[in-house]
């Protein structure tokens, strides 16, 4: 069974892909009561990139993950079509109510 790519290789061959410096992670915590909160970030040309959620210290990983999840997906992801941003929603439209 063939393992598939994690999330933060992906992310270090887009760095080394594009030439720009490999991925910075940064980790949070947060003391909630007894136990303390972890989740991460990651820093990629010049952006900082947060995972979502709050773990335990013991899925720390995970966090670093998702973080480069939410980074990959920003850094690859396709551009609008023209169709919606050229008014297919007309926001502009004022209404107004008569009594």
């Known amino acids: 069974m063939a393992t598939s790519e994690t999330y933060v290789q992906k992310l270090q061959h887009y760095c ?4 720009i410096a490999q991925p910075q992670f940064q980790d949070y915590s947060d003391p909630r009561g007894i136990r303390t909160a972890w989740s ?3 820093y990629v040309h ?3 990139y947060r995972a ?3 773990r335990d210290y013991r899925y720390l990983e995970q966090s670093r993950e998702e973080a480069a999840e939410v ?3 920003a ?3 396709v551009p ?4 919606t941003s ?3 929603y007309n926001y502009n439209r004022g209404f107004a109510t008569s009594r």
């Open 16 to 19: 080394a892909t594009n030439q």
């Open 40 to 42: 991460s970030s990651v």
């Open 46 to 48: 010049g952006r900082e």
């Open 52 to 54: 979502h959620l709050w």
């Open 71 to 73: 980074a990959w997906k």
């Open 75 to 77: 850094l690859n992801a």
């Open 80 to 83: 609008a079509t023209n169709s």
């Open 86 to 88: 050229q008014g297919q």
